[in-house]
């Protein structure tokens, strides 16, 4: 079904690759004006080449942890597309570290891309939205929020955070029919869980395949389907969810 999201501006936050690549292109599809802000300029302009959207397309270099970049960012796509009618919070980082040794700077600088950041990005957004009285907002979690795997230290955390910023902003712009809502993928085919198997034993992808109930991963279109769905009034009484995007994997006993 197309056009569902017709004529609105969509922001994506680490929209350069994977999911966030993917949910732009969708995005697009639907008829929306896509904006991205990256760290990674050079997938960004690739990116926007790939996706051949002409003058319905706009990308910026910046931190999403800094809210000088986001600013800046949405200075320049207002001016192209307007103000922002959907927000996607996707950019986020992988990390192992150790309770024990761990600093409270790397600390700082996971929390600031995985958690922060999503409210950095809703904090700039928010405004217009109430003003229109209208907007959706869709945070990229991670099933990591329910349940974790051993050496990725603090990830659930900072995932779980961001589940529930997902229900606070839900319950706090709601009477702007504003609708904030999380989606948590499993194990999906990105550059960050290639990342994770290559730290591991060579057999842990064919583990994880077996534990899947259909028996393989997701892809990045998959979880943009959901994510467009979300932003679109379609999902028009969604707020304050999280939904699992994971192939039903949460939904097993371990063995």
Known sequence: MAGRIEGQHVLVTGGA??????IAAKALAEGALVS?????EAAGRELLLALG??????????DVRRAS?????LETAAKMFGPVNGLVNNAGRNVYADPVTMTEQEWEDVFSVDLKSAWLAARAVLPAMKAAKKGAIVNIASLHAEMTYPGMFPYAAAKSGLVGLTRSLA???????IRVNALSPGYVETALV??????NDANLREKVLAAHPMRRMGSPAEIANCAIFLLSDEASFVTGANWRVDGGLGARFAG
Do not use: M
């Not at 959207?53 to 910046?62: D, I, L, Q």
């Open 194 to 199: 290639a990342e994770f198997f290559a730290r």
């Open 69 to 73: 970049d986001i600013a800046r960012a």
């Open 36 to 40: 991205i802000i990256d760290l990674d």
């Open 17 to 22: 690759r994977g999911i966030g690549a993917a």
């Open 171 to 177: 319950l706090e712009v709601g009477q702007w029919q």
């Open 53 to 62: 959207a002409g003058k319905r397309a706009s990308f910026t270099a910046g």
